[in-house]
């Protein structure tokens, strides 16, 4: 199957700090990749879309400029987290899909658990 | 927002077959379900998906009702490695995101 990787896996930083989380598609071509945020016990929460060469939808109550979606090739989505806080910490997962048909298959990231302190 | 129901949890002795409902009462005709697990910590993992006939492939089996409200995932011989949060999806027609629900968490027994 289809591989999605994540760097890094895990990250603790500073309050005020901004990480970047990056997706990538490694043996297909992923034209949409979605980033979801899941914290303890509880499910995915889908935070924004992203699509090629193009500005990313968020989903609502999703603020767009602290959560800055990169999808510069149709391999690498980037996340920054800027001026992280100790809420922002959470279990980041990115998925990539294939094509853009309601039947193509999603394949999820390893995902990246962000620590603020 | 979430379009299906799962109950929150199950149990299911290893070696028997797993039955693991979804409610999705408000599906429209071209959308999907899908089904992922989640083993903790770890990114969702792929099992099957269906749109109106019935699915099967090497890890589990999907039966949809006639009239697509309601879906069975079957793990035909549930192992320990099976214990973890499956979800019920139902990916919308119009952007493709998936939103998930709440999901089942399974517990597989010695």
């Known amino acids: 199957g289809a591989v999605v990787s994540q760097h890094p896996s895990w990250v603790i930083c500073k309050s005020g700090t901004s990480v970047k989380i990056e997706c990538r598609s490694l043996d297909f071509q992923a034209t949409t990749m979605f980033w979801y945020r899941q914290f303890p016990k509880q499910s995915l929460m889908l935070m924004a879309t992203?699509?090629?060469?193009?500005?990313?939808?968020?989903e609502q109550g999703v603020e767009k400029d602290k959560f800055l979606i990169n999808h510069a090739s149709l391999t690498l989505s980037t996340l920054t987290v800027t001026s992280a806080h100790p809420e922002d910490s959470s279990f980041y997962i990115c998925?990539?899909?294939?094509?853009?048909?309601?039947?193509?298959?999603?394949?999820f990231g390893p995902g990246t658990r962000l620590t603020v302190l | 927002d979430a379009k299906t129901t799962q109950p929150p949890s199950m149990d299911c002795a290893e070696g028997r077959a797993a039955n693991l409902p979804c409610n999705h009462s408000t599906i429209s005709g071209n959308e999907y379900v899908y089904w992922y697990r989640q083993i903790h910590s770890q990114g969702p993992q792929y099992i099957i998906h269906g749109l109106k006939n019935n699915e099967t492939n090497e890890m589990a089996s999907l039966i949809i009702t006639e009239d697509r409200k309601s879906s069975t995932l079957i793990l035909p011989h549930a192992t320990l490695r099976d214990t973890a949060v499956y979800y019920c999806?139902?990916?919308?027609?119009?952007?493709?995101?998936?939103?998930f629900g709440t999901g089942t968490s399974l517990t597989v027994i010695p």
């Open positions: 999806i139902v990916r919308v027609d119009w952007g493709n995101q998936f939103y």
């Open positions: 992203s699509n090629e060469g193009s500005k990313a939808t968020y």
């Open positions: 998925s990539a899909s294939v094509g853009v048909s309601v039947g193509d298959e999603q394949f």
